[in-house]
């Protein structure tokens, strides 16, 4: 793939990820799953789109850049060290996942959402200087199933459609 094109590329997954991840924002999951911080992880379908089809070494800075500029467009400090450590561990298990051909997509998302809840749960660990959030976890960890499931289901159609690239 030409650089300019890959370039291209990366921002406007960066862009969607963005979008994706304020869309979010507004939908009322709480309504359905009464715990305080549950999201879907839709940016998350950018990041297997991203690994599936570039790479780890592109699909990084996409995490990256959409972490930093998430906080500055909104998530403020705290946000981004929430999301740079659920970002990066879910980045960091779904690419050593993916090396294991037996994991579908499916095993892949959950495993990278599941990952994400731990990072979070440590960030929160670490801003609050308590160990008994760690009790909050299980739970975590159950919805992950969940969102995760659903992150690949959407991940998986758009991967479907979209064509092969080569990973240069």
Do not use: W
């Amino acid at each position: 793939m030409k650089k300019s094109k890959s370039l291209a590329l990366c921002a406007l997954l960066i862009a969607l990820a963005l979008a994706l991840s304020y869309t979010e924002r507004f939908l009322p999951l709480q309504l359905l799953i009464p715990l305080p911080g549950i999201k879907l992880g839709l940016a998350n379908i950018v990041t297997l789109v991203a690994l599936y089809r570039l790479g780890s070494g592109k699909a990084l800075p996409i995490v990256l850049l959409r972490c930093i500029m998430g906080a500055v467009f909104g998530g403020g400090i705290s946000g981004l060290l929430f999301s740079l450590t659920g970002g990066l561990l879910a980045l960091g298990t779904m690419t050593l996942s993916g090396r294991i051909r037996s994991f579908s997509v499916y095993g892949i998302s959950i495993l990278g959402s599941a990952a994400h809840n731990i990072g979070q749960i440590l960030a929160a660990m670490l801003l609050m200087q308590s160990p008994y959030i760690l009790a909050y976890l299980p739970y975590l960890l159950l919805v992950s199933l969940f969102t995760g499931f659903a992150t690949a289901t959407a991940a998986s159609g758009i991967l479907k459609l979209l064509p092969s690239t080569d990973r240069s």
